[in-house]
């Protein structure tokens, strides 16, 4: 079976929901008519990764100006019960393309925010959410950790979805919990444009046997509101380089890496290569050993299949 997937390596409309959900739906509906069945966006792509914040946060106090910057990225995140993803529901139906979109995700209940990615699929709406299981370094003053629940995967006609954000892939037992599950289609968005990265993206691929869809945005520090450039002082023009990527189930860089520009990554992917790559190496078949290893992962879901 071949599936075309569409990477969008682009920038959001800055701490701006609403104009970043129209540039999504002016997107998607672009790609979709190209034929694209998968269609994936940048981590924390609404309403923006807030690259170079300290949101007035240091050890022992927090700010006034860091409390209202807090309160304005959370007004401008998403709920799951909202409107909003109603709005991309209805465009993934009206598209007939699944999409998986990087989010800052609010608890209207708690006032808490999470990392989170949503896939939506054109035929069941929102499947599930995976949420940031450990946010790094600084990330953990505006987003809680998630619990294995988490740790999501869905079977769909375009295949087996699955994936963790930034540097949850550098957590081997994160990954195996995905490998654990068969997936085929490995989503990673991102905000890591370093060179590093592409090795981590075809590492993932080789060991996990998988194709992997590594997305990034490209920033610069002029796309960012006046009232916002004065926490970047320090910073470079390019904020956020790109990088992202599309590597196969052998590690063979099928589109990318791509830096330095706003870019759109479309390939076709044969998922009968994963069943060839499994011929000298399989993470949860013939490679596993069982009878050494026990992997359990707590509270993580069963695959869900869609109907």
């Known amino acids: 079976m071949k599936v075309k997937v569409c990477l969008i390596q682009d920038s959001p409309v800055f ?11 002016k997107l998607v509906t672009q790609y ?58 209805k465009l993934s139906k009206s598209q007939q393309v699944y999409i998986v979109i990087g989010i800052t995700e609010k608890q209207e209940t708690n006032g808490s925010l999470y990392c989170s990615m949503v896939y939506i699929s054109p035929t069941s709406g929102l499947l599930g959410t995976h949420r940031k299981i450990k946010p790094t370094g600084s990330e953990r003053i505006i987003w809680g950790e998630a619990s294995g629940d988490a740790l999501v995967t869905f079977k769909t006609p375009i295949g087996k979805l ?14 195996m919990a995905m490998y654990q599950k068969g997936v085929e289609i490995y989503i990673a968005p991102t905000a890591d444009s370093r060179e590093e ?3 981590t993206m075809k590492h993932i691929a080789l060991e996990g046997r998988c194709f992997v869809l590594g997305c990034n945005q ?22 956020c380089p790109g990088g992202s990527i599309i590597v196969s189930p052998l ?46 992962v707590i509270d993580q879901p069963e695959i869900k299949e869609e109907e």
């Open 15 to 25: 701490f701006d929901k609403e104009q970043t959900i129209l540039k999504v739906e």
């Open 32 to 89: 979709a008519q190209k034929g694209c069945q998968l269609i994936v966006f940048p981590e924390s792509f609404i309403p923006g990764y807030p690259r170079g914040f300290s949101f007035g946060a240091t050890i022992g106090s927090r700010t006034s100006q860091g409390r209202e910057l807090y309160a304005d990225y959370y007004k401008n995140s998403i709920s799951l019960d909202s409107d909003d993803i109603k709005r991309l529901e």
């Open 162 to 175: 699955g994936g963790l954000i930034c540097w949850e892939n550098y957590m081997p037992l994160a990954r």
């Open 251 to 296: 590690g063979k860089v099928i589109a990318g890496p791509s830096f330095g520009k706003t870019d759109v990554l479309v390939a076709e992917l044969d998922l009968d290569e994963i069943t060839l790559s499994k011929l000298d190496f399989d993470v949860i078949g013939h490679y596993a050993r069982p009878d050494i290893f026990d992997f359990n």
């Open 218 to 239: 490209y920033f610069t520090k002029s796309m960012y509101p006046e009232k916002y450039r004065e926490f970047l002082q320090d910073d470079s023009e390019e904020i």
């Open 197 to 199: 990265w592409t090795a």
